[in-house]
């Protein structure tokens, strides 16, 4: 019975959280790990245009509720997203027409295009916040919760309660099927087909009548998708502030990096490990360890290795030691 309990308690905290988190992670990854594999460059705007979608998403989700159309438990968001996606995917487009496009016709050395988007960074927060402000801000609705405390105690009988959040099986569900469709597109359609092509090859792409300036546009097109999913996820299951979202650029970046830098599987199972590395090392493991050793060995302390205050010190740690001992990350992605 106390073995059940202390993986009640692992699940609570450490197992649901981490698989929740990292799919939220995979999905911003993957935005990243697909500008850097098609337009060969580091996107550092990225958390800010999944700030950008996802306030588009809440402005649209206060629009539905206020007509009162809802999705009954399901939180009203889920079908904000579509519009989210419109509006992000019109920012990135104007944003590659306006500017990226420039320093693509001029052959710009990647460092060149890094420090650009690091200026379209500044330029989207501002933007998100000067529309939305900088607060945090509550769009979720429908149910809170999938299974809550007191109905899992009632039906197992377990001293430990369990409760999982209905936004954390909607991340992990929306994940999936926005996963599996974006590999179906990468490997089945002839777009994605030819995608995969300009990442390979450039030249022999181009020289194959591959248009460059329609791979570039599909390519925003889906990294408005995945951050705006990814941001909307987020916010439902932890808090929208767009600060939050600057900051998530490093667990992000560290995820695609550890995974392998335009590498799309690399990049889901870096953001697991990254965010199975956070939530494990800043849990405080007292109660697990108080259910599995016997009296006279129970912890006194938390059994804490770091405070959540460094949770994105862990992303930074994973990071360092990656790019010093390999760079190409764990499914050999580009070097970076």
Request: hydrophobic share 55%; proline share 4%; aromatic share 12%.
């Amino acid at each position: 019975m106390d073995f059940l309990n202390a993986f009640v308690a692992l699940s609570n905290f450490v197992l649901i959280p981490a698989i929740a988190y990292g799919s939220q992670l995979a999905l911003g990854a993957l935005g990243v790990t697909l500008v850097y594999g098609i337009l060969r460059f580091s996107n550092f705007a990225h958390g800010d245009t999944m700030a950008f979608g996802t306030m588009v998403a809440i402005l649209a989700t206060w629009g539905l509720q206020a007509a009162g159309v809802t999705l009954g438990p399901l939180p009203t968001a889920l079908l904000a997203i579509p519009v989210g996606i419109l509006g992000c995917a019109a920012l990135v487009l104007a944003t590659d027409r306006l500017v990226y496009r420039f320093y693509r016709a001029q052959k710009a050395v990647p460092v060149i295009l890094v420090i650009v988007s690091m200026g379209v960074m500044f330029i989207y927060n501002g933007i998100t916040r000067f529309i939305i402000g900088p607060d945090d801000q509550a769009f979720a609705d429908g149910a809170r919760f999938l299974i809550n405390a007191r109905q899992f105690r009632e039906m197992t009988g377990l001293a430990e309660p369990l409760a999982i959040r209905s936004t954390q099986a909607i991340t992990l569900v929306t994940a999936l099927i926005v996963v599996a469709a974006l590999f179906w597109f990468l490997n089945r359609t002839k777009t994605g087909k030819s995608m995969r092509a300009y990442s390979d090859n450039e030249d022999l792409a181009l020289l194959s009548g591959i248009d460059p300036e329609r791979v570039v546009r599909v390519t925003w097109i889906i990294v408005a998708g995945l951050a705006t999913i990814a941001g909307v996820l987020y916010g439902l299951d932890k808090t929208y502030k767009p600060f939050t979202y600057f900051q998530l650029l490093l667990p992000i970046f560290a995820a695609a990096i550890v995974g392998g830098l335009g590498s799309p599987l690399g990049a889901i199972a870096g953001g697991f490990v990254i965010a199975f590395s956070e939530v494990g090392l800043t849990y405080a493991w007292k109660k697990v360890l108080t259910y599995l050793l016997p009296g006279p060995l129970e912890p006194d302390g938390l059994v804490q290795l770091l405070a959540t205050d460094y949770k994105f010190a862990v992303s930074f740690m994973i990071l360092v030691i990656v790019l010093l001992f390999r760079p190409t990350g764990l499914f050999r992605g580009k070097s970076v």
